[in-house]
C-alpha cells in the first residue's frame, strides 16, 4: 500500500514540476543513510527503489536535511549543501539542479522527497519549493497514518491473541490496574474462586481477599500490590478463598507492567487442591508401609 502511494507521488510530482526524475528516500533504521524508495524517471516512465546514500559520504547533505526546509540547488554541481554529489551522482546522470523536501514526523527527519532537473541550470520559483516542500509534508502525513493503521492492526491482533488465550486458558488469568481493580477475569478463574465476571470487575482484588492477602502467605502478593516489588514473577503456593469463605490451596503467579503510567499486574492462579490431596494419599500411603514394615520386622 505505500509503495503504491509512493509511485503515485513521484509519478504526480515529476509531472507537475516537469522535473526528470523524483524520488522518495526514507532514513534506515540506524539513521547513517537513506534509502531510496521509489524512484520515477519521467521520461522512461520507470520505477525503481533500492539506492542508497550515506550521511559518512554526503555529511553537508545531511546536515541541510536536518536544519533546512527546503533545499533548492539551483546549481547542484555548485551548491555547497548537494555539491559533494558531483563526481558520483550529477555529472554522470546529467543532474543539474535539485529541489529537495526533508520529510518530518514529530520534528524529526525521517526522509526526503526529491526532485532532479536534467539539463541547463534551473532556478526554482517560490511557488515550487512551497509546494514542494508541502510534497515533503504531504508523505509525512501519510507514513503518520500508515503507522497508526498498523499499530492499531497490532494491537487488535494481540488483544485478539489475549482473549483466545485467557478463554482458553485452563488456569485462573487475572488482570488488575494500577488501583488494584480487576480489570479481567476468565472462566478458570470463576471456575476457582466461584464468583462470575460480572461480580468481580472493577472490585479490588485485596480488598477480596481472594488470594489470602491476610495470611502470612500474603506478604508476598501484598508487596506486589503496593508496588514494593516491581518485578516478581516467582511461583508461590497460597491459601486463595473461594465466594463462599471455603479456602483453597492455590499456586500464584504474578507478573507486573507498566501501563498508562501506572504498574498492571496479571496473576496466573492454579487450583492445586487435586494434588495437595494426591501428595496427602501418597503420605498416608508411606506412612502405612512404614508401620507394616514395623510390625513385620517385630
Not at 555529511?59 to 533546512?68: G, T
Request: aromatic share 6%; hydrophobic share 40%; net charge negative.
Amino acid at each position: 500500500e505505500q509503495e503504491a502511494a509512493f509511485q503515485l507521488v513521484t509519478q504526480e510530482v515529476a509531472a507537475v514540476l516537469a522535473v526528470e526524475r523524483c524520488s522518495i528516500w526514507l532514513y534506515s533504521s540506524e539513521r547513517n543513510m537513506i534509502v531510496c524508495q521509489d524512484l520515477f524517471q519521467r521520461k522512461e516512465r520507470v520505477h525503481s527503489d533500492g539506492y542508497t546514500l550515506t550521511s559518512a559520504d554526503f555529511p553537508s547533505y545531511f546536515h541541510a536535511l536536518d536544519e533546512e526546509r527546503i533545499i533548492n540547488a539551483d546549481d547542484a554541481v555548485l551548491d555547497p549543501r548537494t555539491r559533494e554529489f558531483a563526481d558520483t551522482y550529477l555529472r554522470p546522470l546529467g543532474i543539474r539542479s535539485m529541489l529537495d523536501a526533508p520529510i518530518r514526523l514529530g520534528g524529526v527527519v525521517v526522509g526526503v522527497v526529491c526532485q532532479e532537473h536534467v539539463g541547463s541550470a534551473r532556478v526554482w520559483t517560490q511557488e515550487e519549493q512551497e509546494f514542494a516542500a508541502s510534497i515533503g509534508d504531504l508523505v509525512a502525513l501519510a507514513m503518520d497514518l500508515s503507522q497508526r493503521k498498523q499499530a492499531e492492526q497490532a494491537l487488535r491482533e494481540s488483544e485478539e491473541l489475549f482473549r483466545a488465550v485467557t478463554v482458553t486458558a485452563t488456569d485462573a488469568i487475572i488482570c488488575t490496574n494500577s488501583e488494584g481493580q480487576i480489570t479481567i477475569w476468565n472462566r478458570a478463574a470463576t471456575s476457582v474462586f466461584g464468583f462470575e465476571r460480572l461480580e468481580v470487575m472493577g472490585k479490588s482484588l485485596s480488598k477480596l481477599g481472594l488470594l489470602g492477602e491476610q495470611n502470612s502467605e500474603g506478604g508476598v502478593v501484598r508487596s506486589i500490590l503496593t508496588g514494593t516489588n516491581e518485578e516478581d514473577t516467582a511461583v508461590r503456593e497460597v491459601m486463595g478463598k473461594r465466594k463462599g469463605g471455603e479456602q483453597v490451596p492455590v499456586e500464584i503467579s504474578v507478573a507486573k507492567f507498566q501501563r498508562s503510567g501506572g504498574w498492571h499486574n496479571t496473576y496466573i492462579v492454579r487450583d492445586i487442591t487435586s494434588r495437595k490431596q494426591f501428595d496427602l494419599d501418597r503420605e498416608v500411603v508411606a506412612q502405612r508401609t512404614q508401620q507394616a514394615q514395623k510390625l513385620e520386622s517385630l
